[in-house]
Nanobody, 118 residues
Framework: QVQLVESGGGSMQAGGSLRLSCAASGNSFSPSIMAWYRQAPGKQRDLVASITSRGNTNYTASVKGRFTISRDNAKNTVYLQMNSLKPEDTAVYYC????????????WGQGTQVTVSS
């Protein structure tokens, strides 16, 4: 079973930066897709950004140009660099992975709180 450990959340004033990390363990194969989701109070969990094992990325419109997702396949770790933070970025951020080897699986992290004050 793949386990995910997230780190890097916290509180920041608007305009600041934070970097989230998520390390996957329990599988020697690198996940096909690694992603970050977020869930604000009273709202559904939405995709923020994703990255494939080949480095192809996808971002939700509201974070394009401000957030950057990257991964280190050797470490099975995904990062989310968040710049120019806004109060509307406040949410619990969840790491997510999807893999196909040695069998198809998905896994979620425990979530890390990001709070941006104006």
């Amino acid at each position: 079973q793949v386990q995910l450990v997230e780190s890097g959340g916290g509180s920041m004033q608007a305009g600041g930066s934070l970097r989230l990390s998520c390390a996957a363990s329990g599988n020697s194969f690198s996940p096909s897709i690694m992603a970050w989701y977020r869930q604000a109070p009273g709202k559904q969990r939405d995709l923020v950004a994703s990255i494939t094992s080949r480095g192809n990325t996808n971002y939700t419109a509201s974070v394009k140009g401000r957030f950057t997702i990257s991964r280190d396949n050797a470490k099975n770790t995904v990062y989310l660099q968040m710049n120019s933070l806004k109060p509307e970025d406040t949410a619990v951020y969840y790491c997510y992975v999807f893999g196909r080897l040695p069998y198809e699986y998905t896994s979620w992290g425990q979530g890390t709180q990001v709070t941006v004050s104006s």
